[in-house]
């Protein structure tokens, strides 16, 4: 559910964040790549919920006639796609950041790692998945209800319609509404 194609979009779409190397060979960074860094991880956020609701909506669509087991492949199809995802656009590269800048010269920029920090943005992408199925699931239990209390609603009145007719002919009445009876 996206997790390859996730992680070429991810690795595709972030800014690297940029070390511009000194004399000394050290390798420091600007308040732009500090944000860099931060779009690393808040980009794997931003498609991880896109895919979780894409996940959601397909374990819906193929599972809902299930009832609540639906939640346990949404679960796991979301974490699963999340892993794969961070784990080839983590193998996308770049890697050895410390060698990288060793090999580099004065006046080089030195692209950072490309990695994803917090472990809390894979859960974002169950989040989303979750959400979408927990809201179909909302939405369907409704109408299921509206549709039962119109089927229930309806059968009373044919059968009300059914005493009434039948009760017709006999001429005694019923004293609480006026209808004859038998």
Do not use: N
Not at 36 to 44: G, H, N, P, V
Not at 121 to 134: C, E, N, P, W
């Amino acid at each position: 559910c996206g997790g390859v194609r996730g992680a070429v979009l991810w690795h595709a779409g972030v800014p690297r964040p940029l070390y511009p190397v000194d004399d000394k060979g050290y390798a420091t960074t600007s308040e732009r790549g500090l944000t860099a860094i931060f779009s690393i991880d808040s980009t794997f956020a931003l498609i991880g919920m896109v895919v979780g609701v894409g996940c959601g909506f397909l374990s819906w669509w193929a599972l809902h006639h299930r009832g609540v087991v639906v939640l346990v492949p949404t679960i796991a199809t979301a974490l699963v796609s999340a892993t794969v995802c961070w784990a080839v656009g983590t193998l996308m590269g770049p890697h050895d950041f410390s060698d990288r800048v060793a090999a580099a010269s004065p006046g080089d920029e030195v692209p950072g790692a490309f990695r994803r920090r917090p472990w809390t943005s894979l859960l974002v992408r169950v989040r989303g998945a979750l959400i979408v199925t927990l809201i179909l699931a909302v939405i369907q239990t409704v109408r299921d209800q509206r549709s039962a209390d119109i089927d229930q609603s309806g059968s009373h009145e044919v059968e009300q319609s059914h005493r009434d007719r039948s009760d017709e002919g006999d001429g005694q009445q019923d004293s609480a509404r006026g209808v004859p009876h038998p």
